[in-house]
């Protein structure tokens, strides 16, 4: 441990936020994740794919075409919705009709995801893109004056978008008719036949939340990162996967908390420990595993039983 | 009687140099064509191809002609190893320029080594790649070559004290790369306050760049590969950051000024070959390289234009498609002219000549004095 560094305020609030923004993107990349996980009890590996692929509609709509970023962000969402969508009906349904295994889903969503990236290599090319500053002031604002607490106007953006979605989509996902209905399919796709509701459509509905939400995740993650191109869903994949099953599998609100809680043990690993920067992901998959072993259902989950 | 066989061996190999050169020879390139590090393979293969034109359209090897093979390895060890083994065994290639990075060198060359084929890296700068054999040649000047003169440059104009380090600890590149920096600073008698890494994949570079800046450093020294090097310049900038910059070999491309923007203003690097080189052939080059793409080359492209007109007059020399005789014959060369200045092949297959430090202005690279 870095004494002097300890003792630093400044630098530990520094510390808190760039772990929660750094979180919130693991956060905002895991919630559609989770929700395709509680509905379909299948792990959407194309999930990743969707993400780079609006994150690129969001670059040509804001940098190439010019508009700002609110359209970026509306026109990033609908074109993860489509491909959401588009998804379900190429890649899961067929395959579903023929009373397939969560297996054979998972590997079909491998198939889409490397087709998707493919094309988008075909497409963009190999080479990294970056929004022009014109977008998103990339200029952060300094509390305390220069040396001070340091925030990005990406930082702000994400940190409020998650903790907002956090709380509407726990409210339309308790509250609304369309909301019980995914929890309903969440809980039991045969009850929820005997009961009359309309299965398919609800998946429909799950994926066009869930493609919309890796829409809005991709211009997000791109604007705090700065770095759009094909492989860029991958990196991220693995730490979605990690936060979906700590924050307890299908559960949105846990996937940002857990994202939260990621992003803050990373950062601190990295300021605090000597050498951190090498060991962070060990750390940060040491402590998923302690909290797994003392809840194995995750943060907010609840045993498969009682869920929904 | 010695005399007697050397002069006869000297006769046949007149004789034979005037008739063993096949109508094409093959010559493969091994590069990274797709994926983060594209760029570089990119810029390579534009100056392999640039050469492959005015070789076979000078008549340089007579009525011979070099075909070209160029084949992705795409930055990954073990298509790398496939690719070489193609190349090796299916193409029958007399000898391999690539592969673009150092840490897929340190996977294929062996495999070359091993089938006695020689190899040109035209963009390996890590130590201890021409270690792996007799077998292995680079003309990009090693890590060692650049840095120090670089560094000493940059500390004697800014008077640094302390300096900070952070480069990419999941390549080896960049893991040799800050080892030359940290043993340079050393050299030249600066304080190294902080060292820190990040690993492939990684997009936030923030957490490490403020822990140095705690340090207050008066220099900060980066290791990064093209497909970073953009972040974490503006990251640096970001959290404010305004102290001199030297940047290691992966910033040494134009993508970096292009993408970086303000950001990349006043990034120091020092560079095996810099547009400013005024050499004749550097600027024939230039000139020719605007021509057939439009833009201006890159380092890579320069060191890769200059790899395979190399190679091309080491068959001339060798009078021969026959590997091991490229192989000597390219170990054989010394003073000639070429697009990086005056070559050399040192005894340990590494190039020499001249380096440039060049620093970011407007939005373009310049001399750095």
């Given at each position: 441990m870095d004494l002097s560094l300890l003792t630093d305020p400044v630098f530990l609030a520094q510390n808190i936020v760039d772990g929660l923004s750094r979180g919130a993107l693991y956060g905002v990349f895991a919630m559609g994740f989770t929700l395709i996980f509680g509905v379909l009890d299948i792990v959407n590996l194309a999930h990743a794919a969707t993400f780079m692929w609006c994150a690129f509609v969001g670059w040509l709509v804001m940098a190439v075409g010019g508009l700002p970023l609110p359209i970026g962000l509306v026109a990033a969402t609908l074109a993860g919705s489509l491909l959401g969508v588009g998804l379900e009906f190429l890649a899961f349904r067929p395959i579903r009709k023929e009373g397939a295994d969560r297996l054979s889903s998972m590997i079909s969503s491998i198939g889409a995801s490397l087709i998707m990236v493919s094309i988008a290599e075909a497409v963009f090319g190999v080479s990294t893109r970056r929004f022009p500053?014109?977008?998103?002031?990339p200029r952060p604002f300094f509390i305390g004056g220069t040396g001070g607490l340091r925030i990005s106007r990406a930082q702000i953006l994400i940190l409020v978008a998650s903790t907002l979605l956090m709380i509407v989509l726990g409210w339309f996902i308790r509250k609304t008719r369309t909301g019980k209905a995914i929890r309903a399919v969440s809980a039991s796709t045969k009850a929820s036949l005997l009961l009359g509701i309309n299965v398919n459509g609800v998946i429909v509905r799950t994926f066009v939340i869930a493609g919309g939400l890796a829409g809005m995740a991709g211009v997000l993650v791109a604007l705090l990162t700065n770095y759009i191109s094909p492989p860029m869903g991958s990196t991220v994949e693995l730490r979605g996967l990690a936060v979906i099953i700590l924050g307890g599998m299908g559960n949105m609100e846990g996937a940002i908390l857990a994202g939260f809680l990621l992003g803050l043990v990373e950062t601190f690993t990295i300021a605090y420990v000597p050498g951190g920067s090498d060991i962070k992901d060990a750390i940060a998959f040491l402590v998923l595993f302690f909290i797994l072993l003392v809840k194995p259902e995750g943060l907010l989950g609840k045993k498969k039983a009682d869920r929904a | 009687m010695k005399r007697i066989i050397v002069a006869s061996l000297a006769a046949a190999l007149a004789v034979s140099s005037a008739v063993a050169l096949p109508a094409t020879i093959k010559i493969g390139a091994a590069e990274t064509l797709t994926g983060d590090n594209s760029s570089y393979g990119i810029s390579i293969k534009k100056g392999l191809e640039l050469a492959l034109q005015e070789i076979n359209g000078s008549k340089f090897l007579g009525s011979s002609k070099i075909d070209l093979i160029v084949m992705d390895e795409k930055a990954d060890k073990q298509e790398g190893i496939s690719v070489f083994n193609k190349l090796i065994n299916?193409?029958?290639?007399?000898l391999i320029i690539g592969p673009t990075l150092s840490s897929t060198a340190f996977a294929a060359d062996p495999v070359a080594q091993q089938a006695g084929v020689p190899v040109l890296g035209t963009s390996t700068t890590a130590s201890g790649i021409t270690d792996m054999g007799d077998f292995i040649f680079r003309d990009s000047l090693p890590q060692s070559a650049v840095i120090p003169g670089t560094i000493n440059k940059v500390v004697a104009k800014y008077g640094v004290k302390k300096a900070a380090l952070l480069y990419e600890s999941t390549n080896e590149y960049s893991k040799s790369e800050a080892g030359v920096f940290k043993s340079a600073l050393e050299q030249a008698g600066v304080q190294l306050v902080g060292s820190e890494s990040y690993q492939k994949g990684d997009s936030d570079f923030r957490t490490q760049l403020q822990k140095l800046s705690q340090k207050r450093p008066d220099l900060y020294v980066f290791a990064s590969l093209i497909g970073e090097a953009v972040p974490v310049l503006q990251q640096a900038r970001e959290i404010g950051i305004t102290q001199p910059i030297v940047g290691g070999n992966?910033?040494?491309?134009p993508a970096v000024i292009k993408n970086g923007g303000d950001a990349a203003e006043g990034l120091i690097i020092g560079a095996s070959w810099s547009i400013t080189n005024d050499d004749p052939k550097s600027v024939a080059f230039v000139k020719a390289y605007n021509a057939k793409y439009g833009n201006n080359p890159d380092q890579f492209a320069a060191q890769a234009y200059t790899g395979l007109w190399l190679v091309a007059t080491a068959i001339k020399n060798a009078g021969s498609a026959d590997r091991v005789a490229i192989k000597n014959a390219l170990g054989a060369i010394r003073d000639i002219d070429t697009a990086l200045g005056k070559f050399s092949f040192d005894d340990h297959r590494d190039p020499h000549h001249e380096n440039a430090v060049v620093v970011v202005k407007n939005g373009a690279y310049v001399l750095f004095k």
């Open positions: 500053s014109k977008v998103l002031d | 299916d193409e029958k290639v007399s992966g910033f040494n491309n």
